[in-house]
């Protein structure tokens, strides 16, 4: 079983950035997936968690709005864009399966 989070990187405040996660070793579309994030000296938030038909989304109060989670079971990726990027947002990134697996993360930074 692998997750592998990809896309973030360096934005600035406003901007946008779509991070991706790559699944494999098990049976995508049958389990809800999520995003977690954790910024620096904080622990591990929720953000997001989408259905395993990719028909119901979830999301923390502070991102509802900006970003939007979804899926391409055909690929077995699962999607984050962020839009309206904020620099409390800076933090590492990780996708979660509702089987337990957890990916090694993707860091996003909100700067000017």
């Known amino acids: 079983v692998q997750l592998v989070e990809s896309g973030g990187g360096l934005v600035q405040p406003g901007g946008s950035l779509r991070l991706s996660c790559a699944a494999s070793?098990?049976?995508?579309?049958?389990?809800?997936m999520g995003w977690y994030r954790q910024a620096p000296g904080k622990g591990l938030e929720w953000v997001a968690e989408i259905n395993s038909g990719g028909d119901s989304t979830y999301y923390t109060d502070s991102v509802k709005g900006r970003f939007t989670a979804s899926r391409d079971n055909a690929k077995n990726t699962l999607y984050l864009q962020m839009n309206s990027l904020k620099p409390e947002d800076t933090a590492m990134y990780y996708c979660?399966?509702?089987?337990?697996?957890w990916g090694q993360g993707t860091q996003v930074t909100v700067s000017s």
């Open positions: 070793g098990f049976t995508f579309d049958n389990y809800y």
């Open positions: 979660a399966a509702s089987q337990g697996s």
